[in-house]
């Protein structure tokens, strides 16, 4: 996974030129870099892997489904006859 960097001096420099004081900058960019945290982000292609094999696993239910519903489709036409 691709690592995402954040210059957190540059962001506190950022806000100090708008009016924040040091501190609260500070805090704003530590508050913010914990927000961000890029464990949770994946990259496309695993993005893509997960999506392949979810669109399989559909694809099985669904057959199974079609073949159960065939076969009581079946079971009842000879039940009837």
């Known amino acids: 996974m691709s690592a995402v960097t954040f210059d957190t001096l540059k962001f506190v420099e950022t806000l100090k030129r708008s009016g924040f004081d040091e501190e609260k900058a500070k805090g704003i ?17 695993e993005l893509q892997i997960q999506l392949t094999e979810m669109k ?12 159960a519903q065939f076969s009581v489709l079946i079971g009842i036409l000879l039940k009837i006859n």
């Open 29 to 45: 960019a530590i508050a913010y870099q914990e927000a961000s945290d890029d464990k949770e982000l994946v990259t496309k292609q």
């Open 56 to 67: 399989f696993d559909m694809l099985k239910w669904i057959i199974g489904l079609a073949l």
